[in-house]
């Protein structure tokens, strides 16, 4: 139950946006809610192997991308609908919140703290995209000239 109703709840969020967005009508927004819920699952269940909130997002968002890039080869539609909608439960939203926060204050120690930590998620994010992103590129760019 612990992972349930976490899973459960990105899955909801990413459907929802996907609703909102009119993503390829709704088994395009059914795929987009369960890539959310499958990134959020990877998310918690590295939680106690990898001991860190920004290593869970890069495998997280290497878990999304992969999904992202099969499920629209299946489909043949763009990855960017799959995978930017699947992300939204990942993205450090309190984490801008309170950079901005301590910013306006004046708390420039927690400011910092907050900013470094916020960057590594969203660059984790990024660099999870990139890796699978590029992996696939490659991929298919040697298998279509051998």
């Not at 990898?50 to 290593?55: C, G, R």
Request: with cysteine; glycine share 10%.
């Amino acid at each position: 139950m612990d992972l349930f109703l976490p899973v459960l709840y990105a899955f909801l969020g990413s459907g929802g946006f996907a609703i909102l967005y009119n993503i390829h009508n709704l088994s395009g927004a059914l795929i987009c809610a369960c890539g959310g819920a499958l990134g959020w699952l990877t998310y918690l269940l590295t939680g106690p192997v990898l001991h860190s909130d920004i290593a869970q997002t890069l495998a997280a968002a290497i878990v999304i991308s992969i999904y992202a890039e099969i499920m629209s080869r299946i489909r043949k539609c763009p990855v960017t609908s799959y995978q930017l909608l699947a992300l939204f439960p990942l993205v450090p939203g309190a984490g801008i919140y309170y950079t901005m926060e301590y910013a306006v204050n004046g708390d420039v120690s927690a400011f910092l703290d907050s900013f470094l930590h916020t960057v590594g998620v969203a660059g984790a994010l990024a660099v999870g995209v990139l890796i699978v992103s590029s992996t696939v590129r490659i991929w298919l760019g040697r298998r279509h000239h051998a």
